[in-house]
């Protein structure tokens, strides 16, 4: 397998503009994960999904920000309208179990830096 | 809110010597608990892992140490080696979650 795969890597768009990034997780993995990474606050996760359904959004920053995942190899997160602020690496990962004691193992793909000008 | 801290956003380290990477949380729910490793361009990877039962788990040159009632644990790495030089996130698992720290970066000078 790839592993977890991400686009686009680098993403340059205007204040207000719509920006959706994409992520594909590992084949047969039941968890997905949003991460925004940035220097005050590290790994924030922002949702995270079990078997396509979300299940925990209460680090979606705003209502400008929405997750979807029509299917278990395909998950988005769009920003509509995005700000300045909005500017980070964007982390997709995906684990077959997030559980102590089990293999409990996220894997991550590349990111998405993000610039909002 | 925080619930788990890196308080130490940088460290440096000569080559050889031990690097100890700290990490405070506040949530006594947690019960496991990972440290991921992170170069440039790259997504973090996992490094090694404790459960809340044990308070000592090793994998070759780092050892991750657990202080349950402190709510502390600690990542060291003996040798440290240049290639060491990345970022460190801490993280730790509550039901489903897995939650991260803002981070340390380690710099092995040669």
């Known amino acids: 397998d790839a592993g977890v795969i991400q686009s686009p890597r680098h993403e340059v768009t205007e204040m207000g503009q719509e920006v959706t990034l994409r992520c594909k997780p590992i084949s047969g993995h039941d968890y997905l994960f949003w991460y925004r990474q940035t220097m005050m606050r590290g790994l924030e996760l922002l949702i995270y999904?079990?078997?396509?359904?979300?299940?925990?959004d209460s680090g979606m920053p705003e209502d400008r920000f929405s997750a979807k995942m029509p299917n278990a190899s395909f998950s988005t997160l769009k920003i509509q309208p995005s700000e300045p602020r909005d500017s980070a690496v964007y982390f997709c990962a995906s684990s077959l179990v997030i559980r102590a004691g089990i293999d409990t193992e996220a894997f991550f793909g590349q990111g998405t830096r993000l610039t909002v000008v | 809110d925080q619930q788990v801290k890196q308080n130490s956003p940088s460290l440096s380290v000569q080559e050889g010597r031990i690097s100890i990477l700290n990490c405070d949380y506040t949530?006594?729910?947690?019960?496991?608990f990972l440290w991921y490793k992170k170069y440039p361009a790259e997504g973090p990877t996992f490094l090694i892992s404790?459960?809340?039962?044990?308070d000592k788990n090793e994998d070759g040159r780092f050892t991750v140490f657990l202080n349950k009632s402190a709510k502390h644990l600690s990542l060291h790495i003996v040798p440290s080696q240049p290639g060491d030089s990345a970022v460190y996130f801490c993280?730790?698992?509550?039901?489903?979650?897995?939650?991260f720290g803002a981070g340390t970066i380690l710099r092995v000078k040669s």
């Open positions: 404790i459960s809340s039962i044990k």
């Open positions: 999904f079990n078997n396509n359904v979300p299940i925990d």
């Open positions: 993280a730790a698992v509550y039901g489903n979650k897995l939650v």
């Open positions: 949530n006594s729910m947690f019960d496991y």
